[in-house]
């Protein structure tokens, strides 16, 4: 900080001194005067700069790095596939390892294919044409390693679901921890019931009225206005939707320009709440702090006047400042979710948090698209006993039909102002309160209320535990950590692939989430026998692991020679990327890679 101060003090000073004042001097003014001038101006420019450059002082300490990382930062690294030896041999492995390994690769990539001929077939047929497969698929592994992951490529094409069990193309029973995006918090059976009921009772004959709405909105409101604590509604269709409404409607009744958020906190892919790498459109109005940092709190004070609103993911609470840890991370550090007494300490930060944002007249938004009705039937509101002044619910609230729904106060949602007539707030959608999901939302709000979330995430807790004590006692480098419903898979010593963990669950009978290993969650109907049946297929799968020589360490140094295998891999990565540039620039046709992976 001191060194900024000085720095702006330097910029103004050595300013000063080079203006040229010759000419005044000439005609009358001793230099002494001219002198005691430019510190004057000096002076006044920093007095009414000072509060500006105090908030920026301010706000450049609690950013958090990610996103204010600049446009080119994305394109530093330049994408290249290891040839598969190479891929084998990434930690330095001796020949006998490397020959096992490639041995293993062979036996898994066969077995998957023997299992899933009608899955793979569909995924070929569809790969070429869906592209949103393709994006999920390449954050599954770091970049140099594609090429590999993609041979053992096989999406899960389901046709039917039997409790927590997808019963896919090929006739298996695959056990879904995905969670479907977080949508599957009651269980499919649940939803099923939820959907079949209300297309049996209400829907079957009705097509899609939308303008005149349907009486099941009478019970929907009722029950959001319990939920939530807040007295009005608007209804959406997704959570991204959801978002856009609260962040638009906020800056409007505030009239206040910019939005808060915290560290690589997911709010959907609108792209005004999602600054830094994964959006190239530079994002003036957001500013992305620090989760649970008192710098933080102090940028909220300091800005008050500028800040419409903070919003808060609360599962954030799992992994704070991190996005949900992909595979495509596990680069050769260990993984560790941070969770450790996690619920505790974002409780009273968000106490904190709360207190500012009334005392200074900032409205707090929760973004509870994923964490409302997984916590508690009110949601982490509920959970961590903090009431927000805006809340965003979406995925699981209309029993698995597409919706985003906002509540607040009648202040908040107003999209008139009443003193301007031209004044407007124009938020709507043709699909706000379509019969089918209103139907759906509000059978859903009353089976939720049924759920006895503690005894679950008892269960949850019990079962970790005891996975944990038995991936130590055979001496595997993973653990589990949970937060509620929601679970990762972490490692205890660094590796170069334990991605390959995914694929091994898979072959056993395992759906993950698009982001592997680092964020799965628990529908709420898992019991004992399916969670028995979740031991068996990670221990099989870690024995696998071990069996293959991915786990081989060539003992203390390994970590050392790893983070120097991966220093080089990003060096080449860098140099391909400026050679790319530089071939651009000449009109080489260097300017991209042929084959995107
Ligand atoms: N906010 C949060 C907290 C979310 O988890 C998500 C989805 N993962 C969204 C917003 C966006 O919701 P949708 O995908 O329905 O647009």
């Known amino acids: 900080m001191l060194t900024m101060l000085t720095t702006s003090l330097n910029l103004l000073t050595t300013g000063g001194d080079q203006f040229n004042f010759s000419s005044e001097v000439k005609i009358a003014q001793p230099v002494l005067t001219l002198s005691s001038e430019v510190i004057i101006l000096t002076f006044l420019v920093l007095l009414t700069s000072s509060p500006k450059i105090y908030k920026s002082i301010l706000t450049i300490q609690a950013t958090h790095y990610a996103s204010i990382a600049p446009p080119y930062v994305s394109t530093l690294l330049g994408s290249f596939a290891h040839e598969h030896e190479e891929c ?62 993609k041979k053992l490529s096989v999406c899960v094409v389901a046709e039917k679901t039997d409790g927590p069990y997808l019963i896919d193309s090929d006739g298996h029973r695959i056990l879904d921890v995905s969670g479907s995006y977080g949508v599957n918090v009651i269980g499919y059976e649940g939803f099923k019931s939820i959907g079949n009921r209300a297309h049996d009772e209400v829907l079957k004959d009705m097509g899609p009225v939308l303008g005149p709405i349907h009486p099941e909105l009478r019970g ?16 959406h269709m997704s959570g991204t939707e959801a978002v856009m409404c609260a962040t ?17 906190a997911y709010h959907g892919w609108y792209d005004a709440v999602q600054p830094g790498v994964g959006n190239e459109r530079p994002v003036p109005d957001i500013i992305v702090l620090n989760d649970m940092s008192d710098a933080s709190l102090r940028v909220l ?10 919003m808060v993911n609360p599962l954030q609470a799992f992994t704070p400042n991190q996005p949900p840890p992909s595979d495509g991370t596990l680069i050769g550090k260990v993984r560790d979710s941070g969770v450790a007494n996690a619920r505790e300490d974002f409780r009273a930060w968000l106490q904190k948090l709360r207190k500012v944002c009334s005392d200074y007249k900032i409205v707090l938004v929760f973004d509870e698209v994923y964490t409302g009705f997984r916590l508690a039937p009110g949601g ?6 903090v009431h927000a002044d805006m809340v965003c619910y979406g995925k699981s609230v209309a029993g698995g039909m597409p919706v985003g729904v906002v509540c607040s106060t009648p202040e908040l949602m107003r999209r ?14 043709t699909f706000s309160a379509h019969p089918s999901i209103v139907t759906c939302m509000n059978r859903f709000l009353n089976e939720v209320k049924k759920i006895d979330f503690q005894a679950k995430h008892d269960l949850y807790d019990i079962w970790v535990g005891n996975m944990n004590k038995d991936l130590q006692e055979l001496g595997y480098p993973v653990r589990l950590a949970h937060f509620a419903s929601v679970w990762l898979f972490q490692y205890t010593s660094p590796g170069r692939y334990h991605w390959l963990m995914q694929y091994y669950l898979r072959s056993r009978m395992v759906n993950l989430a698009w982001v592997g290993t680092g964020r799965l969650s628990f529908s709420l109907d898992f019991d004992a026998i399916h969670l028995a049946a979740l031991r068996e297929s990670i221990l099989g799968a870690c024995e696998d692991m071990d069996a293959g020589g991915w786990w081989w360490t060539s003992g203390e140094g390994h970590g050392a020679t790893i983070k120097k295998q991966v220093n080089k891999e990003i060096l080449r990565s860098v140099a391909i990327s400026i050679g790319r540039k530089v071939g651009g620039v000449m009109g080489f046709g260097g300017g991209s890679s042929a084959k995107s992976i």
């Not at 004070?301 to 903070?310: H, L």
């Open 380 to 385: 982490a509101q509920e959970y961590f006993g």
């Open 88 to 149: 084998l041999k990434a930690d330095g492995a001796t020949e006998g390892i490397v020959k096992r390994r490639r041995e293993a690769f062979e036996t898994l990539l066969n077995k998957l294919k023997i299992l899933f001929p009608k899955s793979s077939e569909i995924y070929d047929e569809i790969d070429e044409k869906f592209s949103d497969i393709r994006f999920f698929d390449v954050k599954k592994v770091f970049f140099p390693f594609r090429e590999m992951a």
């Open 301 to 310: 004070k300091a800005r008050a006047n500028e800040i419409a609103c903070v």
């Open 416 to 429: 008139f102002d009443p003193d301007h007539p031209l004044r407007l707030c124009y938020v709507v959608g």
């Open 220 to 235: 929907v409101l009722k029950q959001l206005v319990e939920v939530s604590g807040l007295p009005e509604i608007s209804l």
């Open 248 to 264: 638009r409607l906020a800056r409007f009744n505030t009239k206040k320009k910019f939005v808060a958020s915290f560290g690589s």
